[in-house]
């Protein structure tokens, strides 16, 4: 459901049909005089406030140019490795909408190109929307597909679902298969190791990001692709938080049943909505993520999800010792290999909780044999919210990672307006306020002189003056609670009573809405 105005009236009546069901009154005029009581901004609900935001600047690039346009001339990277990295970020990570390839945004490039060409710490300051989740994994995408370039082909894997499958033959276990290590099948092969740890505060965002790793590394394109580009190879992911089974060690009384039963949970809902909107909140069990802690510490997966609280409890506990052991060996194998720190929601970590994370990652460092300047370190980040002030965001992130040298910092932006658009918006506030008034009153005569003035304030002529008013053109009723509500007869910008029509015209016109001017001008 794309209608913001649709979804908040389908949640209202179901709180006001809840009331009417099991709280029900004998008498009609009590149930309507309840309803009347209750169906009131302030009462049971808060009007939506919508704010238009302008798009932002496209890069005039899909992924495939912006990866070419990059790392073309790189000494780094063979035009082999550039059409890898090209293939897979587009069946994944950024894939065609309607067979149309998707066009990146500025800011998405110049993630790709101060991470993975110069080598930067780079910091995404971009709002809620745009596209940061898949800005900070295209680098990360990148160094893997550069380093899988040397893996060798494995064969196969195995069959390996032992919580379905029969007792092997000759056990004395005559009931289950005893477990099976995911990726006991590559032996002799690549070695496992963190090579992206990824942050984040909360688990309900470790979740959110989780689902959408399912798409970009795990979907059928981008399995495809690791079928026939690096046989026998996946791209390993898991989330390793409090959700994560199973606690304990595997040797713990009890512990594998507990760990079989749910997997068998796991597979039994994944399979029940394979090839559903839904089939990306379950793992898929073919695939490349992690299922249980075990697992994981046994082969850590290529990109490690957590929070810092477990990542805390992780670098106290011996069980998870191995996991940080063969990414350190993993580093001092060869200089090339870059471990990628991630942290997301970067804002959040201020004052002395910031300042516990900030000696977290210094343990983690040195468990790794880094150190927070160490060439083999790269740092990704995002927020929306680290302020305007270059000098003291500066300081802040030294301070937070202890490195000396600077961060790139990304801003993402909007198209530029055209020359003297935000005057001419301006202007257009007492129009616009008018408008918003009478759409709320909705007074016929006063609602078509006040189109009228709005089309001759904006200046619109011939077909725009038509789709202009067409957009303006409203259907106008009383609501419920005995306040006015006007939609658009265009299906477009909806006003709620008079109060937020009002103040949603005037705050346009005084900021000079940008969103209006990609219409009107």
């Known amino acids: 459901m ?53 798009p932002y600047a496209g890069s005039g690039h899909d ?37 149309v390839p998707m066009e990146l945004y500025t ?36 160094a893997l597909v550069r ?33 099976i290590s995911q990726r006991a099948h590559e032996q002799g092969g690549r070695r496992p190791a963190i090579r992206a740890l990824v942050l984040y505060p909360l688990n309900a965002l470790a979740e959110d990001q989780i689902a959408r790793i399912r798409v970009a590394l795990d979907g059928d394109a981008a399995w495809n692709w690791l079928q026939a580009r ?57 695939g490349g993520e992690m299922w249980s802690r075990w697992d ?15 990542l805390n409890i992780m670098l106290m506990r011996d069980i998870e010792e191995p996991i940080f052991e063969v990414t350190r060996t993993w580093l001092e194998d060869d200089a090339s290999n870059i471990f990628h720190l991630v942290v997301d929601e970067l804002h959040s970590y201020r004052g002395t909780p910031g300042t516990e994370v900030g000696y977290i990652l210094r343990v983690l460092f040195e468990r790794l044999g880094l150190h927070p300047d160490h060439p083999q370190l790269r740092i990704l980040a995002s927020s929306a919210s680290l302020g305007e002030d270059q000098v003291r965001a500066q300081d802040y992130l030294q301070q937070f990672f202890g490195r000396s040298r600077r961060f790139e910092l990304i801003r993402g932006g909007a198209p530029a307006l055209p020359a003297g658009a935000s005057g001419r ?27 009228d003035t709005f089309v001759a304030a904006a200046e619109l002529k011939g077909i725009e003056a038509a789709e202009g008013r067409a957009y303006c053109r409203t259907e106008a009723w009383r609501g419920s609670g005995g306040g006015w509500r006007a939609r658009s007869s265009a299906g477009g910008l909806q006003w709620r009573n ?4 009002h103040r949603a015209a005037a705050d346009n016109g005084r900021a000079g809405s940008r969103a209006v001017s990609g219409r009107f001008r």
């Open 498 to 501: 008079g109060r937020t029509a």
């Open 296 to 310: 994981m510490q046994e082969a850590p997966p290529d990109i490690l999800i957590t929070n810092y609280s477990m």
């Open 107 to 142: 800011h998405q490039v110049a993630m790709l190109r101060s991470s993975t060409l110069q080598g930067d710490d780079a910091v995404i300051l971009t709002g809620t929307g745009s596209g940061k989740t898949e800005a900070i994994y295209l680098p990360i995408l990148a």
């Open 63 to 99: 992924v495939r140019s912006a990866v070419t346009s990059v790392l073309t001339g790189s000494a780094d990277w063979s035009a082999g490795a550039i059409a890898d990295l090209a293939e897979i970020a587009e069946a994944g990570l950024f894939p065609a909408r309607g067979g």
């Open 2 to 54: 794309t209608d913001p105005i649709q979804t908040f009236d389908s949640l209202k009546h179901a709180y006001l049909r809840y009331f009417d069901s099991p709280f029900d009154l004998r008498f009609e005029e009590l149930v309507q005089a309840r309803r009347r009581m209750l169906d009131r901004d302030g009462v049971l609900y808060r009007e939506p406030l919508v704010e238009p935001q302008p």
């Open 425 to 451: 918006l301006r202007g257009l506030a007492a129009a616009l306020s008018t408008l918003g008034s009478e759409v709320a009153s909705a007074q016929g005569t006063g609602l078509s002189q006040a189109v």
């Open 147 to 179: 380093e899988s370039h040397s893996w060798q082909a494995l064969p196969p894997g195995p069959r390996n679902d032992w919580w379905a499958m029969d007792p092997p033959p000759g056990s004395r276990n005559r009931r289950y298969h005893p477990r």
């Open 230 to 286: 690096r046989p026998g190879n996946r791209f390993w992911f898991g989330r390793y938080t409090g959700w994560t089974p199973i606690p304990g060690r595997p040797d713990r009384d009890g512990a594998e049943d507990e760990l079989r039963k749910e997997l068998r949970r796991l597979s039994a809902m994944a399979q029940r909505v394979a090839g559903t909107e839904a089939e990306r909140f379950f793992p898929r069990f073919d």
